[in-house]
């Protein structure tokens, strides 16, 4: 599959699964975790308590359970994903079919979550597992200084904002903040001395020195 990679917004949007099988209820949990009003359908319910966020019709799938989703997830039998997947097609709602990948409009990367920091990885669905793995991988080389990182500079970014007018000055200085090199002092000298040193380099940047750092 030849894709292209988006991060949606789906905070209040409402999104049907049909299917809550093993991977149907991980498909609406990661849903739910990105904020989305998850719908699903499922003769057999869902096992437990549901969970805030989501919406349980214990009854057949119908065309109707569509209406209004922006996007569709078919983790149901091969019989009933194709009507889903045939019905979101009319309906012209974006659909992910579980059981045969090729036939919906987009599949999932293998994602890791960390605070403000998404890393997602897709072979295309030519090896799902080795996706895992990769993400997996990333995920330990990264550490969590990068995550910290990206939570620091959603917090100074705005400060360097205010007090450089200058626009390709910013610019300049958001391009030295995204250095990896800043993981390695984050890993070596602890978060507060990173903090430190870009606002210092903020400061410079306002009077036009040069980055102290």
Known sequence: MCGYPIILDLSGRRVAVVGLGAVGRRKALGLIEAGAKVVA???VGFPGPPP???TILAEPYRTEHLEGALLAFASATPEVNRLVVADARRLGILVNAASDPTSGDFSLPAVHRD????LAVSTGGAGPALAGSLRDRAAVALGPSAS???LL???LRPLARSRIPNATTRRRLFRRWADPSWLDRWAADGPEAVRSL???SIDHAAFGGDDPS
């Open 41 to 43: 359908i499922d003769p």
């Open 148 to 150: 910290g990182m990206a």
């Open 198 to 200: 870009l606002i210092d």
């Open 153 to 155: 500079l959603a917090e």
């Open 52 to 54: 805030p966020g989501l």
């Open 115 to 118: 605070g403000p920091l998404l």
